[in-house]
């Protein structure tokens, strides 16, 4: 399917999709939980939505979409799914978004022989190749470790509580032409934050910051007895 996917986006001088684990495991979960539960929808049963689903596992871009098919008694299964979602406008329409550069395929096969599929896309600057915790302490602080997947100079985070609007604290960090980055970002209380990310490209000429990044974390202090 991902050869699919890219000749599609060949064919209006679209850059070529790169699959990503993260995203092709929420992908398969959701596939298995439609064949096996038999329904076929974006909302789960737990009431989930896609944005929810990717939240919960803990992708943090903040540009995603989401396709689905279903397709039983064909040959070519895959192929038929393909092109049946480039014939649906809005399936077409996140098939051929500009601003997708990954994505995570789940194909599932039911009992009854019909096969699910999900195609989840995203657009992603940086790339965390250390897990983004959800729970940290206050001393040790929230450690972001990757690398950019495109040209930036750098990143740049926000932090705030969740809903709010005030910045309780912001910084940024140098990035190289490694395109690597790994520094730490210290909380001054207890309790949840909203973190954002944000790149700046080696490009621009003014200060124009890319939103690349959303979640939240918990910030607890830890007692230890001895």
């Known amino acids: 399917m991902l050869i699919y996917l890219n000749r599609d986006r060949k064919d209006f001088a679209l850059w070529k999709l790169f699959m990503q684990d993260d995203l092709r495991v929420v992908a398969r979960k959701h596939s298995k939980d439609m064949a096996k539960k038999d329904y076929?929808?974006?909302?789960?049963?737990?009431?989930?939505?896609?944005?929810?689903r990717l939240k919960t596992a803990r992708v943090t871009d903040s540009i995603s979409g989401e396709n689905l098919a279903k397709i039983g008694g064909y040959p070519e299964p895959v192929l038929e799914a393909e092109e049946g979602l480039m014939r649906s406008p809005g399936h077409r329409a996140n098939i051929l978004n500009k601003?997708?550069?990954?994505?995570?395929?789940?194909?599932?096969?039911?009992?009854?022989?019909?096969?699910?599929?999900?195609?989840?896309?995203?657009?992603r600057i940086v790339k965390f190749t250390k897990k983004v915790r959800k729970n940290i302490s206050s001393k040790k602080g929230l450690r972001l470790k990757g690398y950019a997947v495109e040209p930036v100079a750098e990143i740049y985070y926000q932090v705030s509580v969740p809903g709010g609007r005030k910045i309780i604290k912001e910084g940024g960090h140098k990035v190289g032409s490694s395109r690597k980055f790994d520094f730490t970002i210290k909380f001054d209380a207890v309790g949840k934050h909203e973190v954002k990310i944000f790149t700046l490209p080696s490009s621009s000429k003014k200060r124009r910051l890319r939103m690349s990044n959303s979640f939240e974390v918990s910030v607890r202090t830890w007692w230890f007895w001895f």
């Not at 994505?103 to 699910?116: E, P, R, T």
């Open 99 to 123: 601003n997708y550069n990954c994505v995570g395929i789940g194909i599932i096969k039911s009992k009854q022989g019909v096969y699910y599929f999900t195609q989840n896309f995203a657009k």
């Open 40 to 52: 076929f929808e974006h909302v789960n049963i737990k009431g989930q939505s896609p944005s929810d």
